[in-house]
Every structure is written in structure tokens, then in C-alpha cells.
């Protein structure tokens, strides 16, 4: 699953516009990211234990650009610390 995580990665990376909840669910799935829904909220919230913030994702549908671009950093930020460990 991590080479389908890493495909999917490298095409937000390319083209952060047009993706759907679910993407981001599966990028999450991929990386072992962990992955609350809202309790009542519009924005999902992803976060590790290697980082000391967490990421906000809104359910809309597209998501913004900006949101999948802050979502490719973190993930960037996540497995740099794996990688240090």
C-alpha cells in the first residue's frame, strides 16, 4: 500500500487541485497517518505522533488547493522524521 501512498503523494504533489475527501482518507491509510472524523465539525483532522501539530482538512468537495498543499507538506514533515528515527 505504501507505493499506491507514494503514487498518490507525488500526483497531489503535481496537481493539487480536484481531489475528493476519499483521496485524502486513502493517502492517510497509505502513510499511517491518523485520521479523525469531525464529531459534528466540517473539518477532518490528520495528525502523528512525530509532529507536534496537526493538519485541519475541510469536507468539501473539491478541496481547495490549498488544503491538499499543506497536507503534501506534512506528509513530507512525517516521513522525514521516520526516516531520522
Not at 493539487?16 to 497509505?30: E, K, M, N, Q
Not at 473539518?43 to 501539530?53: A, C, F, L, M, T
Request: charged share 30%; proline share 7%; aromatic share 8%.
Amino acid at each position: 500500500m505504501a507505493k499506491r501512498g507514494e503514487k498518490l503523494l507525488e500526483r497531489m504533489r503535481a496537481n493539487p487541485r480536484d481531489w475528493r475527501i476519499d483521496d485524502v482518507r486513502t493517502l492517510c491509510a497509505a502513510f499511517g497517518l491518523d485520521w479523525d472524523r469531525p464529531a459534528g465539525g466540517s473539518h477532518y483532522g490528520v495528525s502523528d505522533p512525530s509532529q507536534k501539530r496537526h493538519v485541519t482538512v475541510p469536507f468539501a468537495r473539491p478541496l481547495k488547493p490549498v488544503y491538499i498543499r499543506q497536507l503534501v507538506t506534512y506528509v513530507d514533515a512525517v516521513l522525514a522524521a521516520r526516516k531520522d528515527e
